[in-house]
């Protein structure tokens, strides 16, 4: 069975930084793209960054471009999201999700995001 | 930017009774490769969204068969032969062609 975790949310000031992270099980995380999703409450969803499986090829939503680091440990199926300089419209549940550009088979309860003062 | 819309957005529905869903996109979904990459996820009350259909009409393992996914070109409808209190929720249309947008959500209750 495939799972996704994710961690690392809270709340977090306007300019401030979080680190998430998705631990993987049940598939093979190393020959697979993965993407990071959010969705404000009660809100659709957004794409937000995608990685290639051997982690040459990184892709980000304009929003957060140059704010936010996709990165991937093939070692221990994990992936992260370094948010930096964060805004209140950054605010949202984040998820992590199986596949690239194409497709995205299996997708974590997410875990969400506040930013506020 | 590729835009799906889908319509409704609100769908009230008799169980037992049949539902459909359309999504419509501002370009054409056919890849270079020859596929379509327009999906459909549901997501349920609290919980996050799971795949049901995937490339137009390809029902995920485990996705009852009263579920079914069809169109082409920029057209595309998601039907639910007979709804069922379960499926009830948010149901997105995903297109993978060009990048990922997400339409706007149809949420489907019961009447």
């Known amino acids: 069975e495939v799972q996704l975790m994710e961690s690392g949310g809270g709340l977090v000031q306007p300019g401030g930084s979080l680190r998430l992270s998705c631990g993987v099980s049940?598939?093979?995380?190393?020959?697979?793209?993965m993407t990071w999703v959010r969705q404000v409450p009660r809100k659709g969803l957004e794409w937000v960054a995608n990685?290639?499986?051997?982690?040459?090829?990184?892709y980000y939503v304009e929003s957060v471009k140059g704010r936010f680091t996709i990165s991937r440990d093939n070692a221990k199926s994990s992936l992260y999201l370094q948010m930096n300089s964060l805004r209140v419209e950054d605010t949202a549940l984040y998820y992590c999700?199986?596949?690239?550009?194409?497709?995205?088979?299996?997708w974590g309860q997410g875990t969400l995001v506040t930013v506020s003062s | 930017d590729v835009v799906l819309t889908q319509t409704p957005l609100s769908l009230p529905v008799t169980l037992g009774q049949p539902a459909s869903i359309s999504c419509r996109s501002s370009?054409?979904?056919?890849?270079?490769?020859?596929?379509?990459?327009l999906h459909w996820f549901q997501q349920r009350p609290g919980q996050s969204p799971r795949r049901l259909i995937y490339?137009?009409?390809n029902r995920d393992s485990g996705v009852p068969d009263r579920f079914s996914g069809s169109g082409s070109g920029t057209d595309f409808t998601l039907k639910i032969s007979r709804v069922e209190a379960e499926d009830v929720g948010v149901y997105y249309c995903?297109?993978?062609?060009?990048?990922?947008?997400f339409g706007q959500g149809t949420k489907v209750e019961i009447k």
């Open positions: 999700a199986t596949g690239g550009t194409h497709d995205l088979g299996y």
């Open positions: 049940g598939f093979t995380f190393s020959r697979n793209w």
């Open positions: 990685i290639k499986d051997d982690g040459s090829e990184e």
């Open positions: 370009q054409g979904l056919v890849h270079s490769n020859g596929n379509t990459y």
């Open positions: 490339q137009v009409s």
């Open positions: 995903m297109q993978g062609t060009h990048w990922v947008t």
